[in-house]
């Protein structure tokens, strides 16, 4: 299991930066759809907390040690800090293509803790993902996109 627990460290690294990134969004977004993107934001950052949590109790709960610290973090996602979208669509796209990313990395452990036989690990997983890919469908409606389904890394 090290090599999952690894796994869901990378996993609970990418939900930590971006619940800093959503507060970052949450606290500077601008222009019309202001009000609606600081609720949204503010509501896309406590799913994020969630989540970490999830994954870091998970990681507890198999015998592992979840990362925590910022240096740990940085070190482990896959995800970019926030802070040069400027434009309220710009923040959707980033939070957009910020989501695809993390599924794609929890899919990746989704399917070894499957081939592992840790059914209670890609059950977590597996609700994660749903909820993910229904977040990237509301924001890429409410961009005006078509739902993306890749993201360059």
């Known amino acids: 299991m090290p090599k999952i627990q690894n796994n869901l460290n990378q ?3 990418d939900w930590s930066v971006i619940y ?3 507060h970052h969004f949450h606290w ?3 222009g019309p759809h202001f009000q609606t993107l600081h609720l ?3 509501e896309l950052y406590n799913f994020a907390a969630l989540s970490l949590d999830e994954v870091a109790e998970r990681i ?3 015998g592992g040690k979840p990362s ?3 240096k740990e973090y940085l070190s482990l996602t896959k995800i970019k800090e926030g802070g040069d979208e400027t434009k309220d669509v710009d923040m959707v796209k980033a939070v957009i293509d910020d989501f695809i990313l993390l599924t794609n990395g929890l899919n990746e452990t989704l399917e070894m803790a499957e081939e592992a036989g840790d059914a209670p690990t890609a059950d977590l997983l597996t609700k ?3 909820a993910l890919q229904k977040h990237v469908w509301m924001l890429s ?3 005006g996109i078509n739902v993306p389904t890749k993201v360059k890394a």
């Open 11 to 13: 996993n609970l690294a």
């Open 20 to 22: 800093f990134k959503l």
């Open 28 to 30: 500077y977004v601008k």
């Open 40 to 42: 949204k934001f503010e």
């Open 60 to 62: 507890l709960s198999i």
């Open 68 to 70: 925590s610290t910022m």
């Open 128 to 130: 994660q993902v749903e």
């Open 141 to 143: 409606a409410t961009a």
